[in-house]
């Protein structure tokens, strides 16, 4: 129903989602679409006494760096270790601007950094490594944060053939397409059936291992899916798949039509179906829908 939204701490509960109703984000992700919340704690680990200077999230789709400088503070930068674009916010009460050598330390409650090159972000500094990575937390939305959608592109139906396959709710539907996630189609359609990219891409991000699923927002967060990264730097996705219901990979490239999965009943969903929308990532784990259309042809 809505993509998902990551968000991670190095404190309590939830490993790297924030889902809301539509199964990245985005939600954002985007993780949509959305948006719920686990959290991931950085590796790698260390004793308390040692001094932590790197942590990454996500399967290492990002990391965070701290280099210790001659006046005792710590310089703060992320950078993207796979080849694709994240747009991500870092909060922390311990994080400062980065000071001229005649200003004062200034706080800095939160960051936002786009990474689209594999070049390293400065993002501020702070005094103490360690508290730090107790305190801080980062939510991120995979995709292209200044995507121009191309409206005129007319999507191929992710269920094929589609005259066999029910809209069951689209745009602004009561249920649960409003806000960020109001531009997206659902499809009901029996657990495991094929879902078909409705447009060629990179895929960006996936998630198989829910196995949880009903009419509650609750569980959001065990909807499983596959987030396709197109070439105007938007984000086609694709939600409530079955359990091990993937069959591509985070990096892969696909073609129009090729299978990408089944559709199942994971996450926030009322019956079975796959929820379908394209999207754009924004910060603060944040993504917005965009209008689309599907071409009239089936297979």
């Known amino acids: 129903m809505s993509p998902v939204t990551r968000l991670s701490s190095h404190s309590t509960c939830h490993p ?6 539509k199964g990245r984000l985005k939600a954002s992700f985007l993780f949509l679409a959305f948006f719920c919340v686990s959290l991931l704690r950085p590796s790698p680990t260390f004793a308390e006494t040692e001094v932590k200077t790197s942590g990454c999230f996500d399967k290492a789709r990002f990391c965070f760096e701290l280099t210790p400088s001659p006046d005792s503070l710590y ?8 080849a694709m674009p994240v747009a991500l916010t870092l909060y922390s009460d311990k994080l400062f601007q980065i000071p001229s050598s005649l200003e004062a ?9 786009f990474l689209n090159t594999d070049d390293a972000v400065p993002l501020g500094v702070v005094k103490n490594a360690n508290a730090f ?18 409206r005129d592109y007319a999507y191929y139906s992710p269920l094929q053939p589609a005259s066999a396959y029910r809209i069951v709710q689209g745009f602004n539907g ?8 109001r531009y997206a189609l659902d499809f009901a359609a029996p657990v495991g059936t094929p879902i078909l990219a409705a447009r060629a891409g ?18 959001a967060k065990h909807a499983n899916y596959v987030a396709i990264l197109h070439s105007d730097g938007t984000t ?33 969903s009322s019956l079975p179906h796959l929820h379908f929308g394209i999207y754009v990532a924004k910060f ?3 993504y917005v829908s965009v209008p689309f259309s599907l071409t009239d042809t089936s297979q």
């Open 236 to 268: 086609g996705e694709y939600y409530h798949l079955k359990h091990e219901g993937v069959v591509v990979e985070r990096g892969q490239t696909v073609q129009q039509g090729q299978l990408i999965g089944y559709t199942g009943n994971t996450g926030f």
């Open 16 to 21: 790297a989602f924030i889902v809301s109703d």
């Open 75 to 82: 310089l703060v930068s992320v950078k993207r270790k796979i």
């Open 284 to 286: 603060h784990g944040k």
């Open 174 to 181: 009561s249920f649960s397409h409003s806000g960020a996630s």
């Open 105 to 113: 330390l200034k706080p800095k409650a939160h960051v936002n950094a």
């Open 202 to 219: 990179v895929v960006i991000d996936t998630k198989d291992n829910g196995t949880k699923g009903g009419p509650h927002s609750r569980l």
């Open 133 to 150: 990575w107790h305190t801080m937390r980062v939510k991120w939305t995979a995709g292209q944060i200044d995507a121009q959608h191309d």
